[in-house]
């Protein structure tokens, strides 16, 4: 008779334990992220970050055409942070990629009170009154001005979620590989 032993090749998951730094930081994250989604129209640091990759766009996204390079400025504000997100993740650094999804919302919110102004045309642009308002501009040749509230509480609402997700992703991937006694 031959008989093989067969043996299981499954092993019991690692055990995980808590990284309270790590914790700590996406607590902190999450509450910045309240204040920020309290009241998304107070100028606050990461704004000013957001400004350059905003006004960034527009020349670079011009090169495909006038809407195009107006719609860019805030398309670049949100795609440079998603971008960072996506390397993170793509490296295997999912509490680094939760942690800059913040990022993402915090723009989209910043985003969101530009959309929503596009009718009043209230907030002060840099360059002075005589600034085009890019949402204005962008609503006003697609015949959609009368819903730039809507359009702004939808992209408010999209930042609200990557806020959520970072946090969750955050708090999830706060946990690491315990080490195993032999």
Known sequence: MNSKVVRSTKTDP??????????????????????????????RFLDRVDLVFHEAGHPIFG?????????????????????????????????????????????????????RDARSQALPLLGGEDTLHDWNYLFGRLHLLKWDQAFGNLVYLVGLAALIASVLGGLYYSTEEAPQAE
Request: net charge positive.
């Open 63 to 115: 090169l495909l055409g006038d809407f195009i390079g107006v719609l860019g400025g805030s398309l670049m504000q949100i795609l440079i942070p998603a971008i960072v997100v996506g390397y993170f993740f793509v490296h295997q650094q999912r509490y680094s990629g939760a942690v800059t999804l913040f990022w993402v919302a915090q723009s989209l919110f910043n985003v969101s009170v530009y959309v």
């Open 14 to 43: 690692p055990l995980r334990r808590l990284n309270c730094l790590k914790l700590g930081f996406i607590a902190l994250i999450g509450v910045y992220g309240a204040v920020c989604a309290a009241s998304p129209s107070t100028y």
